[in-house]
């Protein structure tokens, strides 16, 4: 059965500080892997992952995908208080549409 | 442009009755899936779809049926509701381009409440 498990589960930290988060999947015919936060509502997209070693950036956040390690982490530095959300993983496979989702790192952000 | 949109945003509704939850989007997406969200179990996929009359099963189906006449348009029927069918219903699209197809954009969900 595909799975994707993220840790931890959830994490309290000071405004600057700088987290990592962890994902790793077991998926069949694994083809991506994807990062998405969420704050009140929706799920807004970050990054696709396909390629290993590769990292890709925005602003503060980066990701990397380990395909070896079957694993994935989402570094943010200088956290801000907006940055408190939920970070959704997702592993898809080869056919384009069949995501599993792991339970998602509630971070906390505090002033 | 709208995006992704859903209707209704709140639903409640007793145990055996039916329901459609709606999704459109006006995006031009050929890929279009819906999510169920629990507390502390993140997004599971229920049904999606990879263009007009084509649909596939995600990983927990049971319960819900889905059809696309349209590439606009993706609705997900309840048939038979039980409470265990309590939950956040996302509906999700995607271009299905190349190096586009996993930026999915998610509707902003029905909560759905089974009694």
């Known amino acids: 059965e595909d799975k994707v498990v993220q840790s931890p589960l959830s994490l309290v930290v000071h405004e600057g500080d700088t987290v990592t988060l962890n994902c790793s999947y077991e998926?069949?015919?694994?083809?991506?892997l994807l990062w998405y936060k969420q704050e009140k509502k929706a799920p807004t997209f970050l990054f696709m992952l396909t390629s290993s070693g590769i990292e890709k950036k925005s602003g503060r956040l980066s990701s990397i995908l380990d395909k070896k390690e079957l694993s994935s982490i989402l570094n943010i530095t200088a956290t801000q208080t907006g940055d408190s959300a939920i970070y959704l993983c997702a592993a898809g496979d080869n056919y384009g549409q069949n995501f599993v989702f792991g339970p998602g790192t509630r971070l906390s952000v505090l002033p | 442009n709208a995006g992704v949109t859903q209707t209704p945003k709140f639903q409640v509704l007793k145990t055996g009755q039916s329901m459609t939850l709606q999704c459109a989007q006006d995006?031009?997406?050929?890929?279009m899936s819906w999510y169920r969200q629990d507390p502390g179990m993140g997004l599971r996929l229920i049904h999606y779809s990879v263009g007009a009359g084509i649909t596939d099963q995600g990983e927990v189906p049971n319960g819900y049926n889905v059809s696309r006449s349209t590439t606009e348009d993706f609705p997900l029927r309840l048939l038979s509701a039980a409470p265990s069918q309590t939950s956040v219903y996302f509906c999700?699209?995607?271009?299905?381009?190349?190096?586009?197809?996993?930026?999915?954009?998610f509707g902003p969900g029905t909560r759905l409440t089974v009694l």
């Open positions: 998926v069949t015919n694994f083809r991506s």
């Open positions: 995006m031009n997406h050929e890929y």
């Open positions: 999700a699209s995607s271009y299905s381009g190349t190096g586009n197809w996993g930026e999915q954009f």
